[in-house]
């Protein structure tokens, strides 16, 4: 069966630091990977997502997650964290015969000052 | 922009009672999804439908039903509502059935059922 794992829970950088939030997903085909950012009581906004190309893919407010099909991981990054980062992450794979999107557990990042 | 909305954004109610949470899409989306979100297990799919009048269980359908009659609205049904219900529901769409495709969210319903 299709899963995906956020091995962090909760993840604190400082304001200005690089940002590496890690993804494995499980699915025996090529995924189709996703990251959206939810805030606090909000919806789901898509960041970026990979279905085929260039394993490093641009996202919005200045994210990248890079595609490692050998450790089955789409981290992703970002290389100088604001405070309006703060926020919930989550990572998603897409199966091709389904289309449902299954989501990891969620990653709340905190931004120190 | 596509949006996706859900009436509700706040709801109390009552063990027992029946309640209907709406859902409408405005970009001519095929696809809609009912999720729901808990802290710590990231968000569950309860049911979606690829057209008008189908639908399809997800994970945890169990305790809720559906309502796809017009493409642009999606209603997710507690027949009768429960205190582990408790949550907030995410509604989503995307268009057709190519996998790559953006799936949308709306902003969320926080039910509490008392």
């Known amino acids: 069966a299709q899963s995906v794992t956020q091995p962090d829970i909760h993840i604190t950088v400082s304001e200005g630091a690089s940002l590496e939030l890690r993804c494995n997903y499980s699915y025996g085909a090529t995924p189709y990977l996703f990251w959206y950012v939810q805030s606090p009581g909000q919806g789901l906004q898509l960041l970026l997502k990979?279905?085929?190309?260039?394993?490093l893919v641009q996202g919005i407010k200045g994210f990248e997650a890079e595609f490692k099909r050998s450790q089955s991981s789409f981290n992703l990054r970002k290389p100088s964290v604001h405070w309006s980062d703060a926020a919930e992450y989550f990572c998603?794979?897409?199966?091709?015969?389904?289309?449902?999107?299954?989501f990891g557990q969620g990653t709340t990042l905190q931004v120190k000052p | 922009d596509v949006k996706v909305t859900q009436s509700s954004r706040y709801l109390v109610k009552r063990t027992g009672e029946k309640v209907f949470l709406e859902c409408v899409q405005d970009m001519d989306h095929e696809n809609m999804f009912w999720y729901r979100q808990d802290p710590g297990l990231g968000l569950r799919l309860i049911y979606f439908?690829?057209?008008?009048?189908?639908?399809e269980k997800g994970d945890i359908p169990e305790g809720y039903s559906v309502s796809r009659e017009k493409k642009e609205r999606f209603s997710l049904i507690l027949e009768s509502a429960s205190t582990n219900q408790t949550s907030m529901y995410l509604c989503?769409?995307?268009?057709?059935?190519?996998?790559?495709?953006?799936?949308?969210f709306g902003e969320g319903s926080w039910l509490t059922v008392v």
């Open positions: 989503a769409s995307s268009p057709g059935q190519v996998a790559g495709n953006t799936i949308y």
């Open positions: 439908s690829y057209d008008v009048k189908m639908k």
């Open positions: 990979y279905f085929s190309g260039d394993t």
């Open positions: 998603a794979v897409r199966t091709s015969n389904t289309g449902k999107l299954i």
